[in-house]
């Protein structure tokens, strides 16, 4: 096993040498900023890492892992047209720098090269790494809906979220680790664990996401403090805080952005109140346990289990 | 061989029995509408004709088919955004019946659908059946990027001009037909030359909707005539009336709605001086011969051939 900066560096230097056409640049150029934008890369490492934890060259999977990150750059790129947002890791999006039309078709172009990336060398898995992508897709833009759907509603509930933020999420993640596992020919359980591994991982993650976005510190965490609070975001935390704060305060405050930094401010007294930082940090170290639980049925050497098991410790505690 | 319409039913009937889930409601309802939408199913009755003019039960390829054609609608339910159309046959557009998040979520699920679809019972065909797919949708996207940006230019030559045709419309047409072959195991030659059938057919095809959006009968075309020249598209018309009309007519008018009805006279007036119908004419006439001349590559029995040929001509006449 590597170091999460060696396969990082693998990823990037296998999307550094993608070398797609020049011309029509309205619509490569768009694609080339948005993969050069840095981003974490979890999905890509955690991809070769499993290969290479089911005894392959990690390089095996590489069009795969590509081809995944690929993928979710288009989710963002798209999702950000939809959501309006002006800024994606401190740039200016796609649709703000060039237009929306250009965000439309460079994110067409983004899932077809997903889709091409992810037939190189896949050899007999092919079928096989087929399905689990496509599925995966599929329930990402489900979750996608349910995310919109949510906005428009008060009464949602927290399993209902926690089946959105599955979909939308923490599924590419299960994907991630289960195309590693695929495309070092594990056994099907064995992938199915991993996947198991990336879901819970992915549930976590973006619980950690919903926690940071309210009690994060703005210089690391790299955005503004709040944003969730102002746009009435359905979080978990807001969610809990809907249902238990009995004064009707949170309520009165949906679509009330009169004050803003007031609303941040009452919204995060009402959270503490209910001791809801704690509480996600009680859910989101559930979720690692069941991650760690996963490996516990995949055959893997000491340091194999070591880097995921760190991975997964890491992403409840990071900070940014 | 089946007559056209044998064929379209099996399209039909396929697509009417595609079983998409029904939550999210707002994913999945936006597809069905646009799928429901009638249409005239040409590329998918291409792929099962080709299936068995090369000796299979056209069946085998059906799923094929019906990806091919809901990767069709996928981009002119994209298209429709970026060109703010509001009516797509006769109906409302999805961003226009919904919203625009819609459009674009739903047409990222129609195009995975159609990824999934197209490895359905494909076998060992898998990795070319998907090499030719998104090598097309590659182009397509290419295509409609080439279309926008000649919408900011005067100078588009008619070289420019068939080759942004060639990619944005005729290259699925030759998809639809080589994909056919393939899935009857065809020879890679053959399976060229079908590919080339369909992109010339596609070529006259365009040509003619051209022809038409200017010269048609609104009452069998199903749409109002001269939306082209009042848009300003840079059609194989324009373009050669820009180039040859020394007046300078045409060129004054481009930008300059004020008189609707008065331009689309004008424009229809020099055109017909510059014999640009008759001429239009000709050159779809002979796209339909390079159609017809690829078939000489491919052994077909009769009844196939002529059922190609048919299909070939009828598109070089139709009115609608």
Redesign the interface.
């Known amino acids: 096993m590597k170091e999460f900066d060696e396969y990082l560096s693998m990823v990037n230097e296998a999307i550094a040498n993608l070398r797609l ?1 020049s011309e ?1 640049s ?2 490569y150029d768009p694609i080339r900023y948005t993969l050069d934008c840095g981003g974490k890369r979890l999905r890509p490492v955690l991809t070769l890492a499993a290969c290479e934890a089911m005894g392959k060259e990690p390089m095996a999977a590489i069009h795969q892992a590509v081809a995944i990150e690929i993928f979710h750059n288009f989710t963002l790129l ?1 999702d950000d ?2 959501d309006n947002a002006d800024v994606r890791r401190g740039r200016p999006t796609v649709h703000k720098k060039w237009n ?2 250009t965000a ?2 460079s ?3 983004m ?3 997903s ?2 990336l992810l ?1 190189i060398k ?1 050899g007999e898995r ?2 096989q790494a ?2 689990l992508f ?2 995966t ?2 329930n990402i ?2 979750g ?3 995310d ?2 949510f906005e428009h509603r008060l009464d949602v509930k927290v399993e209902e979220y926690m089946e959105m933020i599955r979909l939308k999420t923490s599924v590419l993640l299960g994907c991630a680790c289960g195309m590693g596992a695929l495309m070092a020919d594990a056994p099907f359980e064995t992938q199915v664990q991993f996947f198991n591994y990336g879901v819970n991982l992915g549930l976590a993650f973006q619980l950690q996401d919903d926690y940071l976005d309210t009690y994060g510190d703005p210089a690391t965490f790299g955005k503004a403090i709040g944003g969730d609070i102002l746009n009435d975001k359905k979080t978990w935390l807001l969610i809990m805080a809907l249902q238990e704060d009995t004064s009707g305060t949170i309520k009165g405050l949906i679509g009330d952005n009169s004050r803003p930094e007031e609303k941040i401010g009452t919204v995060r007294e009402i959270y503490n109140k209910l001791a809801l930082p704690d509480r996600i940090h009680e859910l989101i170290r559930a979720y690692i346990d069941t991650a760690i639980s996963c490996l516990d049925h995949i055959e893997l050497m000491p340091e194999a289990r070591a880097f995921f098991i760190d991975l997964a410790l890491k992403s409840a505690t990071r900070n940014k």
């Open positions: 056409p029509p309205g619509l798209h047209v939809m929306e039309e439309i078709l994110g067409d172009a899932l077809t090269t889709s091409m037939g896949a092919l079928s087929m399905e496509n599925g897709a599929m833009y489900e996608q809906q349910y919109m759907d």
